[in-house]
């Protein structure tokens, strides 16, 4: 049982490069969230999902974009990386209620 | 402005000490949770509250949620190393989507054998 699965693990990206990352989750939750962390701020939400086709604005959603074309499944892109968004990322989905989490991916923006 | 703030922010103790850490809002949320991080890894549940008052019990970890629903507290009796880590609060704010999902920055607790 996998639970939530985040690809890649470790990016480095130029500044001004574009990426995008995938999260995936197999225990069919309707809720699904994008959150970055950095230290000593916590965990910040980008943007959430609360079904197949929908999304919303969290806390710092300015240079993100997200997409949940399939229940399974929820990106997020970086269309113009910046310095500025060199953190780690965390994915997790709920149904709702507890939230399960992704292994994380740790971004670097040279 | 961080909507769920917790205190304190770093946590160092001996084997054995009794603690408790705090996570308060001005505003109302629907239920909190509470999660532990490890190094590397994302957050684990330990937790959910969700009636004011209410008190949860976890082995040698107490969780109240405050009568109005704003705040919460996390005790930990006789801690051992095994209980250091990042101690997270999270909630959705009342009256809001339940997808939105805020958390506070943390407590980081080390457990010194």
């Known amino acids: 049982n996998a639970g939530v699965t985040q690809t890649p693990k470790f990016r480095v990206l130029k500044t001004g490069q574009s990426m995008t990352l995938l999260c995936a989750q197999d225990?069919?939750?309707?809720?699904m969230y994008w959150y970055r962390q950095d230290p000593g701020m916590g965990l910040r939400l980008i943007h959430y999902?609360?079904?197949?086709?929908?999304?919303a604005k969290g806390e710092v959603p300015d240079g993100y974009n997200v997409s949940r074309l399939k229940k399974q499944n929820f990106l997020l892109g970086l269309e113009s990386a910046a310095p500025s968004q060199t953190s780690v990322y965390f994915c997790?989905?709920?149904?709702?209620?507890?939230?399960?989490f992704g292994q994380g991916t740790r971004l670097t923006v040279v | 402005t961080q909507l769920l703030e917790q205190s304190p922010q770093f946590l160092s103790i001996q084997e054995g000490e009794n603690l408790t850490v705090y996570c308060n809002s001005s505003s109302v949320f629907s239920s909190l949770q509470w999660y532990r991080q490890e190094p590397g890894e994302g957050p684990v549940l330990l937790v959910t509250?969700?009636?004011?008052?209410e008190v949860k019990k976890l082995k040698r970890l107490t969780f109240q949620f405050g009568d109005a629903r704003k705040d919460s507290s996390l005790h930990i009796t006789a801690a051992q190393p095994g209980d250091t880590g990042l101690y997270l609060c999270a909630g959705p704010p009342y009256g809001g989507s339940q997808g939105n999902l805020i958390f506070g920055k943390g407590t980081k607790l080390s457990v010194k054998p």
């Open positions: 999902s609360v079904g197949e086709g929908t999304t």
């Open positions: 997790a989905s709920s149904y709702p209620g507890e939230a399960f």
């Open positions: 509250v969700v009636t004011g008052g």
């Open positions: 225990m069919n939750h309707e809720y």
